[in-house]
């Protein structure tokens, strides 16, 4: 079975601030590994996803994770935010194999707060 | 290329009730899975549907039922609502074997209010 924590239920920043989303991960065999975004009444967006080779990923607005297997963990960082970014960050993984495809487990959130 | 959509958007019903949550997923996507999220909460797996058939199935009662039909639309019945069943239904389309295959398409989710 796979679990999902994410360490911080809300994170304050000023805008042009850099930011860290934690996420750590529990799970008795190989994940990928997702980063979604949730704008206020809208569903889930994909930000960016880990599924092999180089273990930093990078989204198109300036987003980055990093895969650390040996700590288990998919941090999700952006070195200056914008009020825009202000949203619900979702973590997830899901287990390795065809079977498990689109089978997420998710992480409970956390909620970004941009500050002018 | 029209994205997943959900109806109704809104939905309220009394305990015992029963509801359908429709699933249109995105176009050549045959693959459709159903996620749970209660307020505050992520979301969770609650089943999935490739080709018609049920693809694997989360923790949850066989109250929560679903479909899936040939042009790959989808459907949601939960049966005997409970309050806790008072959550934003999400459906996510994808299409398994292609590059880059592991992303999910959400529509924007049904919320359900149980009374």
């Known amino acids: 079975a796979q679990s999902v924590t994410q360490l911080d239920s809300q994170v304050p920043v000023f805008e042009e601030a850099p930011v860290e989303l934690r996420c750590n991960y529990s799970s008795s065999v190989s994940v990928y590994l997702f980063w979604y975004v949730q704008y206020p009444n809208q569903g889930l967006q994909l930000l960016l996803k880990?599924?092999?080779?180089?273990?930093l990923v990078e989204s198109i607005n300036g987003f980055e994770a990093e895969f650390n297997k040996s700590q288990t963990s998919f941090h999700l960082r952006k070195p200056s935010v914008h009020i825009s970014d202000t949203a619900e960050y979702f973590c997830?993984?899901?287990?390795?194999?065809?079977?498990?495809?689109?089978?997420?487990?998710f992480g409970q959130g956390t909620t970004l707060q941009v500050k002018p | 290329e029209t994205g997943v959509t959900q109806s109704p958007t809104h939905l309220i019903k009394t305990r015992g009730q029963q509801v359908t949550l429709r699933c249109s997923s995105q176009s050549g996507h045959n693959t459709v899975s159903w996620y749970q999220q209660a307020l505050g909460q992520g979301p969770q797996f609650i089943f999935q549907y490739y080709r018609e058939e049920e693809n694997g199935r989360g923790n949850f009662p066989p109250r929560f039922s679903g479909l899936q039909f040939p042009n790959y639309s989808s459907e949601l019945n939960v049966n005997a609502l409970e309050l806790d069943d008072s959550a934003l239904y999400l459906c996510?389309?994808?299409?398994?074997?292609?590059?880059?295959?592991?992303?999910?398409?959400f529509g924007p989710g049904t919320r359900l209010t149980v009374l």
């Open positions: 997830a993984v899901e287990a390795y194999g065809s079977g498990n495809t689109g089978k997420l487990i």
């Open positions: 880990y599924l092999s080779g180089s273990t």
């Open positions: 996510a389309s994808s299409l398994p074997g292609t590059s880059g295959s592991h992303e999910q398409f």
